[in-house]
């Protein structure tokens, strides 16, 4: 494999990558507040996609990515509201079921809306063909959005958490729910609040990869595969661990192709996930976290 | 309900009769074409419901043993062989009777592997396949396991999918009918509805008498033991790993013999029995049964395979079935016979209202 070949590959990975690190601090964010794996976050980058589409038909595209964010967000809470917050603590079983049947619910009503067409919304620059010339390698600028949109994600997420009151108000109910309810925190509005939050994240990656990877009523699942793959390669709980496990999936899957039929690619991110969770079950950077699930 | 095993499979068996007999007078003798084929799926349902409700492992991966039975079956039934006719394994294996003459769609001769011998090969993959899965998978619990399961379907779904051999998208077609016993097949057509119906519940009576039998006796209180308390069921000298495995096994034998079957009686299978989509079924026809109610899944996947077999949910198939799903996970988690909506809606105002969270579940 010529150097070329290997770098384009590299960038088709970081792009892949993008959309599956986002969605693996997604699953890290409601994991931490409520020790739920969120099986519906996948539908989260759908519904953030295709509501940017048919908003930027008469509005523009800030506008209309905008617009998507806030729906998916609005979304999320329902999701929330309606199926998880009167359940007390369920059994890990009975919500992972419960997931599964909100994923399935939403995929089936996008299905009715959109239908099975493909979608995309325009390149934010240039179009398709448009590439910068980075030493020898031919990129897209919509690479370079999406890279940057995570990048700001992580740096927004890591402020919100750290600096912000309601970030460390949500630290406190990740860390023990029953104390932080006994400090007067209001732990229910804040478990919603982690659903609109990873919602919004996802819906905006969504938007902002769609151009590159295209959108349709069908890709949550996989995605929320990748993005479970992802939160355990980096030890489900941080987001650092997560953007970099992300990356480190979507360049494996990328370079498979070099090797293996393109019909089985899907399968890649799924094979590093179970030889993972044989061998390492701590994740790739280590955390007890991912120890203490394992375990409970 | 009677309590005895034995009178409950005589009461199965009394249901058939009576359905035959009645969509025979009712003017609707069609519906046993679904009736039977959802007897196949049931079978894969309650070998799920065993693992989920009896050992307490939950499997998001099951149509693909499912798949592996069906297409193992179809592939050897398929497979000409008579090209190589002259080489001595072949001929060594007509000799045997392992091989069967038949004429393939265009109407020219072909020699395949005869049903029963395909079928012992796909069970066997299935089996053999559950136990190398198993194994390392068994050891995780709760999300994990779940995810585990999820992409051992979805590697069986895309290597479906995508090899040629296996007829990719279009999957594979012109499976002959399997002769069980002389005078009882499974296939063969409209002709043979009555006699394919027979034989299939038979089939599923067969499999209930057994996991009855199963479920009573020392196995069965092993793996109530582990689903209540892992730990404390180890301690008391039960082989944890060993039971899980086992039943693992077992429900992927099932579903296998449910996919060998079905392809057979419908003379072909496609990869979206593989799909995910699929295994999720399952699971929620078990939940709607009940956990830990072999019996109680039974009724469901017979309902609710027939219902969507026949195409009475129409495009909102997969939503019915997750709406289903919800409802019951949400009011009624221990199956839809114990479903009480008042105390549910209690316990949730309950909930809602502000205070410190309600006790966590076991």
């Keep these: 494999m010529s150097v070329a070949l290997a770098l384009q590959y590299l960038v088709a990975g970081l792009t892949y990558g993008t959309i599956y690190a986002v969605v693996g601090v997604g699953f890290n964010i409601i994991y931490n507040a409520t020790g739920i794996i969120n099986f519906a976050q996948g539908e989260f980058v759908m519904v953030g996609g295709m509501t940017a589409v048919t908003l930027h038909a008469f509005l523009p595209l800030p506008a209309a990515i905008a617009g998507a964010v806030l729906v998916t967000m609005a979304l999320g809470a329902l999701v929330e509201v309606t199926f998880i917050r009167w359940l007390g603590r369920p059994s890990v079983l009975r919500m992972i079921v419960i997931t599964i049947g909100v994923s399935i619910l939403i995929r089936e009503v996008a299905l009715h809306v959109w239908g099975e067409q493909v979608r995309a919304l325009p390149y934010f620059t240039g179009d398709e063909v448009t590439a910068l010339e980075l030493g020898g390698v031919r990129v897209s600028p919509q690479v370079l959005w999406s890279l940057g949109t995570c990048l700001a994600i992580v740096a927004a997420l890591w402020f919100f958490f750290r600096r912000t009151t309601l970030g460390r108000e949500m630290r406190a109910c ?35 990869v769609s151009p590159i990877t295209y959108t349709s009523y069908s890709i949550g699942a996989g995605l929320a595969l990748k993005g479970f793959t992802v939160a355990v390669l980096g030890g489900l709980g941080g987001s650092g661990a997560a953007v970099a496990a992300g990356f480190v999936v979507g360049i494996l899957e990328s370079a498979s192709v070099a090797v293996l039929p393109a019909a089985y690619k899907d399968a890649v991110a799924v094979a590093v996930l179970l030889a993972i969770l044989f061998l390492r079950p701590s994740g790739l950077f280590g955390s007890r976290e991912a120890e203490r699930l394992r375990a409970s | 309900m009677p309590r005895s095993r034995y009178a409950r499979v005589a009461l199965l068996v009394a249901a058939v009769v009576a359905v035959q007999l009645a969509t025979e007078w009712g003017g609707k003798p069609f519906f046993l074409t679904q009736l039977t084929m959802s007897a196949y799926y049931t079978l894969v349902a309650v070998g799920l419901s065993l693992l989920m409700g009896f050992a307490g492992q939950i499997s998001l991966g099951h149509a693909a043993f499912f798949a592996i039975g069906g297409y193992g079956s179809a592939l050897l039934t398929t497979l000409d062989l008579s090209p190589a006719r002259g080489s001595a394994a072949v001929s060594l294996l007509a000799r045997t009777g392992l091989l069967a003459a038949r004429t393939d769609l265009s109407g020219a001769e072909a020699l395949s592997v005869a049903p029963w011998p395909a079928f012992a090969c796909a069970i066997a993959l299935a089996a053999a396949v559950a136990w190398i899965v198993g194994v390392p998978v068994l050891k995780l619990k709760g999300h994990y396991l779940a995810m585990a399961t999820l992409g051992f379907g979805t590697i069986v779904h895309s290597v479906v999918l995508g090899t040629q051999r296996l007829g990719a998208a279009d999957g594979l077609g012109g499976v002959p009918a399997f002769r069980l016993l002389p005078g009882l097949a499974v296939g063969g057509g409209r002709a043979a509805r009555v006699e394919n119906y027979y034989v299939a519940w038979g089939l599923v009576a067969l499999a209930m008498l057994v996991l009855g039998n199963l479920v009573e006796s020392r196995v069965g209180r092993a793996l109530r033991a582990i689903h209540g308390a892992e730990d404390a069921a180890g301690s008391m000298g039960v082989d944890v790993g060993r039971y899980k495995l086992r039943t693992f096994v077992l429900s992927a034998v099932l579903a296998a013999a449910g996919g060998a079957f079905l392809t057979h009686l419908t003379g072909g299978i496609g990869p979206g029995e593989a799909s995910v989509m699929k295994s999720v079924r399952y699971v929620a026809i078990v939940a709607v049964g009940g956990m830990g109610s072999l019996w109680g899944t039974l009724a469901t996947s017979a309902t609710l395979e027939f219902v969507s077999l026949r195409g009475w949910f129409g495009t909102l198939d997969d939503a019915a079935f997750a709406v289903v799903l919800l409802f019951v996970m949400l009011f009624s988690p221990d199956g839809l016979l114990r479903l009480d909506l008042p105390a549910a809606l209690r316990a949730a105002r309950g909930r809602l209202s502000p205070g410190p969270d309600a006790e966590t579940e076991p």
Excluded at chain 1, 177 to 203: E, K, M, P, Q, W
């Design chain 1, 174 to 208: 990740a860390a023990n729910r029953d104390a932080a309810a006994l400090c007067g925190l209001s732990t229910r509005n804040l478990v919603t609040l982690s659903f609109v939050l990873s919602a919004g994240i996802g819906a905006l990656a969504g938007c902002v």
